[in-house]
């Protein structure tokens, strides 16, 4: 009967030296991202999601699927294309990218018995040489076969370097999930941020508009003074939106479309809430002295300054 315990192992590249048992039927998936990567590489010439490996114990062949830009290279000689499928056979390697990294698909040894021995046939009183020699071969096929690779402490360090690869796949998973929840705790401010800020500033040109459109520049003058100095930090939480949501989209690894909007919406907020603001804020630096008088504010040969400090005495 067949062992179905088939293997990877990394020939070069970060995992060097490593064996890692597959699961039949079950697809482990190599890249840099560690939110859809089992193994998590370094090398920037890697894909987030490379390519993925799956043993079929029926046939005993590994089915490769590839998923990058730069390419899974098989044997070093073919070179996937992005989305095929290929199915080889153990001792066939497998290259990521134009990387280091190397690895070799290891079938299980398969075990026959050359022939089948029943109890009648063990038990044969007609010939007991040959009866003992089937017992023999029948008791040695039942018994566990191990396998010991330069012995028991090269099978020591395999265990441990097996461990130190699971380790470390774990570490990864663990500090994507991390980043991932950092990433969107600074979109969700950052949406914050620069939602009040659109808002307000919306707001201020709706008010601005209904209180006199025709006199827009120096009304502007006027409702600017009225918050005291304070407007300017309505560009300042545009600003901070604006920062942590590219912060957001540059740390997201998900490719969950909610989470990639949080910094999209806060982006486009903010961007939006700084044209508002310097609309209103341009449109009274601009404003001529001429207009200022005519919509009741100082007298002719006042300077600015004076108009500006008589007005909110």
């Known amino acids: 009967m067949a062992n179905n315990n088939a293997k990877i192992k990394f020939l070069s590249g970060q995992y060097a030296g490593s064996e890692i048992e597959l699961t039949p ?3 482990i998936v190599l890249g840099r991202n560690p939110a859809v990567s089992n193994f998590v590489f370094s090398n920037e010439n890697i894909s987030r999601k490379h390519c993925s490996i799956q043993y079929n114990p029926n046939d005993r062949r590994f089915a490769v699927s590839d998923y990058s830009s730069s390419g899974t290279y098989i044997n070093n000689v073919k070179r996937m294309q992005q989305g095929s499928v290929e199915y080889l056979n153990g001792g066939d390697t497998i290259k990521l990218g134009r990387t280091d990294e190397i690895i070799q698909l290891i079938a299980p040894q398969r075990f026959e018995n050359e022939r089948g021995a029943s109890d009648q046939d063990i038990y044969d ?14 008791q040695a096929a039942a018994q566990p076969q191990l396998t010991v690779r330069g012995g028991s402490e090269d099978s020591y360090n395999a265990g441990n370097s097996e461990a130190s690869v699971q380790n470390q796949v774990n570490n990864n998973q663990y500090n994507g999930q991390f980043v991932q929840k950092v990433s969107c705790t600074l979109g969700t401010i950052g949406l914050i941020f620069a939602g009040a800020a659109f808002l307000v500033c919306l707001i201020s040109l709706i ?8 006199h827009f520049a120096p009304a502007c003058v006027v409702y600017i003074n009225n918050w005291g100095g ?3 930090f309505i560009a300042v939480f545009a600003f901070v939106g604006l920062i942590l949501g590219i912060v957001q989209l540059s740390k997201n690894v998900t490719k969950d479309a909610k989470i990639k909007n949080i910094g999209t919406v806060a982006i486009v907020l903010a ?8 609309y209103i804020y341009m449109s009274a630096a601009s404003c001529p002295k001429s207009e200022l008088i005519e919509y009741g504010i100082g007298q002719a040969g006042e300077s600015l300054d004076d108009m500006l400090n008589e007005l909110f005495q």
């Open 25 to 27: 039927f079950t697809a």
């Open 125 to 138: 009183d007609d010939d007991d040489d040959r009866a003992t020699q089937k017992m023999s071969a029948y």
């Open 207 to 214: 008010y601005i508009l209904a209180t006199d459109a025709q």
């Open 230 to 232: 304070s407007f300017e």
């Open 271 to 278: 961007v939006v809430a700084m044209l508002l603001f310097s």
